[in-house]
C-alpha cells in the first residue's frame, strides 16, 4: 500500500499542497469535504453532523447530545476503505491519525509560518490581516 495522509492546519496550504503531490505521483487525490460527502451519503447523515467529526474533538455536552462516536465511526470506515483502495494522497485535519501503524504510508503534518497562515486566511475569507 503507498497512501500519503496529511494533517494541515488552517492557513497552512495543505490541499494545494496535497494536490500537487497527487499529480505528480500519479495518486488519487481526495479532500475532507469530499471524505465528508462519501459518508454523508454512504451512512445517510447530513454534513453538517459529521463536520464536527473532522474540525475538533467534541466537548463533553456535545458527546452527550449528538452521536459523535458513531459519527466518528463511519468516517473512520469511509477512509479506511478508501486507504485500502492504495496510491491515495488525503488531507484533512485528522486523517493521518487514522492510518494503521503497519508500514503503508506516510503521516504528514503541515505546518505554515503564523505570518503566512494569517495572510492565507486573510486572502481566501477576504478579511484584514488583525481579523484573520
Not at 10 to 34: K, M, N, P, Q
Not at 60 to 86: G, H, I, N, P, Y
Not at 102 to 131: F, M, N, Q, T, Y
Amino acid at each position: 500500500m503507498a497512501i500519503i495522509a496529511i494533517n494541515d492546519e488552517i492557513g497552512s496550504r495543505g490541499v494545494r499542497f496535497s494536490r500537487l503531490t497527487a499529480e505528480l505521483l500519479g495518486y488519487r487525490f481526495l479532500t475532507r469535504d469530499e471524505l465528508i460527502a462519501e459518508t454523508s451519503r454512504r451512512y445517510d447523515v447530513t454534513p453538517g453532523q459529521l463536520v464536527v467529526v473532522d474540525e475538533r474533538r467534541p466537548s463533553f455536552w456535545e458527546r452527550l447530545k449528538t452521536d459523535s462516536e458513531r459519527f466518528f465511526s463511519f468516517f473512520r470506515a469511509v477512509v479506511l476503505d478508501q486507504m485500502a483502495r492504495d496510491r491515495l494522497v488525503v488531507v484533512s485535519r485528522t486523517v493521518a491519525h487514522l492510518l494503521p501503524v503497519r508500514p503503508c504510508g506516510v503521516r504528514v503534518r503541515l505546518v505554515g509560518s503564523l505570518s503566512e497562515r494569517i495572510r492565507d486566511v486573510a486572502e481566501r475569507e477576504k478579511l484584514a490581516p488583525v481579523a484573520a
